[in-house]
């Protein structure tokens, strides 16, 4: 996702991760990091986590079978909009979605991708 800048486990403690969140909106540069907590995920049907400190949020990710080679995924993020943007927090929510959305698509792709790659490995 082009909005996060860098994403780094800490190394002695695998199941946390620092995030930094950068990006330009109306005219301004924001920037907001936060401490996640990897949840327990349930294999081939959820990740999930939530934030410890910083910008607070939390979310899911889940996969449906469709097939033995394909799945519907659905994203599902909760977050409090800071108090800097909340101005233009009714414009944000359709922005943030469209960000998300076209994530998913380019995860999509690198997922068709790593697949295909491997039935030829």
């Not at 081939?44 to 889940?62: D, F, M, T, Y």
């Not at 409090?80 to 959305?101: C, H, M, N, Q, R």
Request: charge should be positive; charged fraction near 25%.
């Amino acid at each position: 996702m082009p909005f996060i800048s860098t994403v780094k486990v800490l190394e002695d403690k695998p199941e946390l991760s620092r995030w930094t969140l950068k990006y330009a909106i109306l005219g301004r540069d924001v920037e907001f990091s936060w401490l996640a907590r990897n949840m327990t995920p349930t294999k081939n049907q959820k990740i999930h986590w939530r934030s410890l400190e910083g910008l607070p949020n939390r979310g899911a990710v889940r996969f449906f079978p469709k097939s033995s080679s394909s799945c519907r995924v659905q994203l599902t993020v909760a977050y409090e909009v800071p108090e800097i943007l909340t101005p233009v927090a009714s414009a944000l929510k359709p922005f943030l979605e469209g960000l998300l959305f076209n994530g998913l698509e380019r995860f999509v792709a690198f997922a068709k991708e790593r697949y295909s790659k491997s039935l030829q490995s």
